[in-house]
């Protein structure tokens, strides 16, 4: 079964700071990864996603991720968080013969001014 | 081009009342999928539907139960409502053809509190 795990349930930044948000997941086939935000009273709105070209992956608003196999992590980063990042980022894996996707818990980014 | 719509946006029932929730797919996508969101946590999936008939489904009892229609339009019932039941209900749609590397395009979301 696959399985998603986002460590920390609340991540706290400066506005221009570094944003990291961690996400590993576990999968018996090489997995496709993806990684969604959702603001308050919304739904989920896809960031990126990985499935298996390049390991390096761009999103939108200067989000990237990169896929370790030998970690099997997939974090999230940006170079300089914005007031408008504030959201629940969550991390999902789903497999290639699969339909569904499974979630991590999320994680609540936080900039601070 | 609107994007997948959902409706109520909020309710509230009781306890054993029953419960249902539309969604209209984002236009193009013939599948649906219903996850259920408690307060604080992730998405969980409950099933997906495509050419009228369920084809995946989570761990969810059989109180909760789903319809598609020819039009792709989906609907969500929840019989014999539990506190627990209260969470966000989030319609994702996709177009069929892109199971292995599609991402799911969400609703908004019904917002259900049972008291």
């Known amino acids: 079964a696959q399985s998603v795990t986002q460590l920390g349930s609340h991540v706290s930044v400066s506005e221009g700071a570094l944003v990291l948000l961690r996400c590993n997941y576990s999968?018996?086939?090489?997995?496709?990864l993806f990684w969604y935000v959702q603001y308050p009273n919304q739904g989920l709105q896809l960031l990126l996603k990985?499935?298996?070209?390049?390991?390096l992956v761009k999103g939108i608003n200067g989000f990237e991720a990169e896929f370790k196999k030998s970690e099997t992590s997939f974090h999230l980063t940006k170079p300089s968080a914005h007031m408008s990042d504030a959201a629940e980022y969550f991390c999902?894996?789903?497999?290639?013969?699969?339909?569904?996707?499974?979630f991590g818990p999320g994680t609540r980014l936080s900039v601070l001014p | 081009d609107a994007g997948v719509t959902q409706s109520p946006t909020h309710l509230i029932k009781t306890r054993g009342q029953q419960v249902t929730l539309r969604c209209s797919p984002k236009s193009g996508h013939d599948t649906v999928s219903w996850y259920q969101q408690a307060l604080g946590q992730g998405p969980q999936f409950i099933f997906q539907?495509?050419?009228?008939?369920?084809?995946q489904r989570g761990n969810f009892p059989d109180r909760f139960s789903g319809h598609q229609f020819p039009n792709y339009s989906s609907e969500l019932n929840v019989n014999a409502l539990l506190l627990g039941d209260s969470a966000l209900y989030l319609c994702?749609?996709?177009?069929?053809?892109?199971?292995?590397?599609?991402?799911?395009?969400f609703g908004e979301g019904s917002r259900l509190t049972v008291l």
């Open positions: 994702a749609s996709s177009p069929s053809g892109t199971e292995n590397t599609g991402e799911l395009f």
């Open positions: 999902a894996v789903r497999d290639p013969y699969g339909q569904n996707f499974v």
């Open positions: 999968s018996s086939v090489p997995p496709y």
């Open positions: 990985y499935t298996s070209a390049a390991t």
């Open positions: 539907y495509y050419e009228e008939e369920e084809r």
